[in-house]
């Protein structure tokens, strides 16, 4: 487990300062999460959503920035996503790796870290299983999902980012 979270997840893990404990529990957690999503009638978020006060289309056109690596274009960002999702099979194993670990680096850990802040979310260094339920599975999911289009591309940004993974898992 611990070479396959060294693959996807290269250190550092954040730009912050975590024990070597609190890196390996977050990568783990991260693992685990991305499988657990793919397999629907077992995901139950465990944390309350986030008050309706934190959330707006401005912190939402924020985090889509994030997610397309910094492209500023949501739009165009969703469908790069799409577009490498379909292409990701006919890419070399070493380069579909190197996609991944961007992918996973880029998306999924600055989120965790966007989310933490900005919604107010449980402090990931002290809690990780709360704070990476409430950025990839609440937050995500169940907020942004009912409040239109850039709500959507959230939410089928970190579908798509699920999928690449189990991709890669399953091979």
Known sequence: ?????????????????????EDH??????????RTRL????????????????WSPVNACSTARKLSEGDGDSVLGYYQFKHLKKRLPHFPPAARETILKALCQNAVYDHIAYCGRTHECTSYT????????????????????????????????FDILADIAAEVYEE
């Open 25 to 34: 529990e977050i990568r783990v957690l991260i693992v685990d999460h991305i």
């Open 126 to 157: 002290k809690a990780p299983a709360n704070a990476l339920e409430t950025a990839v599975g609440t937050w995500a999911r169940e907020r942004t999902t009912k409040r239109g289009d850039i709500g959507r591309w959230v939410g089928e940004t």
């Open 1 to 21: 487990m611990s070479s396959l979270l060294d693959r996807i997840f290269p250190k550092p893990a954040l730009s912050l300062s975590l024990s070597h404990a």
């Open 39 to 54: 397999d629907r009638k077992n995901f139950r978020p465990r944390v309350p959503r986030p008050s309706r006060s934190a």
